[in-house]
């Protein structure tokens, strides 16, 4: 099982990122999805979380209005569209998912300043 990150970066403040996580290894529409992220000195936290058919979303409460997460099953990859970023969204990205034991990516940086 592999879940590998991309897209994070450098971004000012009120502009737009899209993270992808590309899955592999098991069948990837049968199971759900999330993203995390981890700002330096505080513990890792949910974001945004996706059902396997992408038929029902959550958001932490920081992120809703401005964070949308999808899924493209034909792809087994997995997005976070993130608006109207904040330096508050600083922070290692990760991309999750539980299956047999909980599987984690490598983590992307994204960093929101001027």
């Known amino acids: 099982v592999q879940v590998v990150e991309s897209g994070g970066g450098l971004v000012q403040p009120g502009g737009s990122l899209r993270l992808s996580c590309a899955a592999s290894g098991f069948p990837f529409s049968r199971y759900a999805m999330s993203w995390y992220r981890q700002a330096p000195g505080k513990e890792r936290e949910l974001v945004a979380h996706?059902?396997?058919?992408?038929?029902?979303?959550n958001y932490a409460e920081s992120v809703k209005g401005r964070f949308t997460i999808s899924r493209d099953n034909a792809k087994n990859t997995v997005y976070l569209q993130m608006n109207s970023l904040k330096p508050e969204d600083t922070a290692v990205y990760y991309c999750?998912?539980?299956?047999?034991?909980?599987?984690w990516g490598q983590g992307t940086q994204v960093t929101v300043s001027s």
């Open positions: 996706i059902t396997s058919t992408g038929g029902s979303t």
């Open positions: 999750y998912t539980i299956t047999l034991r909980a599987y």
